[in-house]
């Protein structure tokens, strides 16, 4: 429980006895860990801070609300809203010197390394915010994710670092289960991981066992062989994996009470996806340098993969639902089915290629020799007018393929939310831009500040 925004609410509101509903929370969520005078004294330390941040007022303090919460409009949830945001992410770092950065909506960011032919290729994942209670499967799924955000722009990772914030209440053993499932697939993918941070979530404001955290990853890549999604070009075959799922198919099979969900999960430990890429990297054709793209089928599914990489590259990408159905691995595949989880909306972890259709089949093969099953599900062309830019066909008719408000819905909570575009969505957006934009120009404004002090 976040303690601090609990006392600032209680303070704007101007609610009586604001300590005392302070002080019982506290000892709610302490479990009886804490004494009556203890709690207190806890209870009015928490509003007097609370108080004085509320007090403090100037540019550097302050920001624009753009009156759209979070959860309001679908950040982190994989779908429209979502990728709303990292688009004006982009716009607000603004335009920089790297070869690809947070404009691009690519999987890493890539900067050229001085006096050398190589990109230095960086990414960084968080974990998935309801793995908190499973610390192995949170480490475990977010370096893999991280990894791979590496591979797909055709880079080898050299290592990987990682964060972990503990609420006030975690048992620290957390910490080390969580770091033994990084360490798990560090070992198995030779990949060590050197340095990391350790902190609680808002330090003593924060009650309760809530754990969060990310894994980075650094990796380097010849100029001939980076791949990225603006290079997707008409002509191209879609290629994907056998995808057995990750973070989000683990929370799917546990919080959805799904009975085979100890199968699931086992299914989903593997690193699968980095063996097909490290294959690539490694054939003597050096098959990575005649390859557009490669992702990974993540945020939002290979619906959100379709709208990104064709919004990047100008392209229009055509799908066959039948090609993607053999994409998902038959157990996983079940408990979609039986939960009436759309999986062409949630993360799969399947490796997408998009390449030249002459190289299609011996690209097949070479991941097919390394025990990993891959499928020709799609094509892309030119765009044209009065065609969708995504498509999927189904029964042999051409449907309109697009990411939803929010990704599929895949735990009983997020299907009492749902997927659809909240009506006041425009309105919302203009908030998100108004915000943006205020904090460009403030950015511009400490900027320049700190640029005079100098002269």
Known sequence: MD??????????????????????????????????????????AVLKEAEAALAVKGDVFEYQKSGASMGEFGVG???????????????????????LDSSNLDDSGVVTLEKDQDYLVVTVDGMHSRLSAFPFLAGFHVAKAALRDIYVMGAKPSAMLSDIH?????????????????????????????????????????IGERMTGCVGAVGAVN???????????????ILMTEGTGGGTVTTAAIYSGYEKAAAVVDKTLNIDFLIA??????????????????????????????????????????????????????????????????????????????CPPEIADP?????????????VVGRVEEKQAGKFDTALIVGGVEK????????AAYTPLKKAIGEKTPPDFDGMKKGIDAAADAAIEKKERIVKRIRNRKG
């Not at 100029?223 to 075959?237: E, F, Y």
Request: overall charge negative; charged content about 25%.
């Open 223 to 237: 100029q001939n062989s980076l791949t990225a999604r603006n290079k997707a070009a008409p002509g191209d075959l």
């Open 363 to 375: 690209v097949i093969q070479t991941i097919k020799t390394a025990g990993v099953k891959m499928y």
């Open 277 to 354: 890429v490290q294959a690539l990297l490694d054939s003597e054709e050096k098959w990575q340098t005649q390859i557009h793209v490669m992702t990974d089928v993540t945020n939002g599914g290979v619906r959100g993969d379709a709208y990104e990489i064709s919004k990047e590259a100008d392209v229009r990408l055509v799908f066959d639902d039948d090609a993607l159905l053999q994409c998902v691995e038959p157990t996983v595949l079940e408990m979609f089915q039986t939960l009436e989880i759309d999986f062409r909306g949630v993360s799969i972890d399947s490796l997408l290629v998009i």
């Open 400 to 407: 309109e393929f697009k990411p939803m408000f929010r990704e």
């Open 166 to 206: 503990v609420a006030d209440d975690g048992d620290t053993a957390m910490i080390f289960d969580h770091l033994a499932g990084i360490a798990a697939v560090s070992e198995l993918s030779g990949i060590p991981l050197v340095t990391g941070s350790t902190l609680r979530i808002g330090g003593d404001m924060v």
């Open 77 to 99: 949830s994989r779908g429209a809203g979502d990728f709303y945001v990292h688009e004006k992410i982009g716009h607000v770092i603004g335009k920089t010197t790297a070869v």
């Open 3 to 44: 303690l601090e925004g609990y006392a600032a609410h209680l303070i704007i509101n101007n609610e009586k006895d604001a300590q005392a509903k302070l002080k019982e929370k506290i000892i709610e969520f302490k479990n009886k860990k804490i004494g009556d005078e203890e709690a207190e004294i806890f209870a009015a």
